[in-house]
């Protein structure tokens, strides 16, 4: 009888196999989950970037707005964002200055 037959070997072969793959399956699970939080780590920060920019822009826009006033009578806002309409642009509004504190 060879030592392969014998069945401790064969249970102990079959144990020490179901060992390795339940530690094979745990070890890709957890870099799948690691990796998701890495992708929404990365898109917390994009949404930063983002944000950070938008409050940049609306002060030009504000500034812009402010200069034009003084030589004009009236504000240009409305009439610029018409404008951006038409050219196919859609503000969604959810990034106005009331709601920044949202996203910090």
Do not use: C
Not at 15 to 26: E, K, W
Not at 61 to 67: K, L, R, S
Not at 72 to 94: C, L, N, Y
């Amino acid at each position: 009888m060879q030592i392969w037959e014998a069945p401790e070997v064969l249970a102990a072969i079959v144990g020490a196999g179901g060992n390795i793959l339940a530690a094979t399956i745990a070890a890709i699970a957890a870099a799948l989950i690691g990796r998701r939080f890495l992708n929404q780590e990365a898109l917390k920060q994009k949404l930063q970037v983002a944000v950070s920019d938008i409050k940049f822009l609306t002060e030009v826009e504000n500034i812009h707005v402010g200069q034009r006033r003084e030589t004009e009578s009236r504000s240009t806002r409305r009439d610029v964002r018409q404008i951006a309409k038409r050219h196919g642009f859609v503000w969604s509004g959810k990034f106005i200055p009331s709601r920044w504190d949202r996203y910090d």
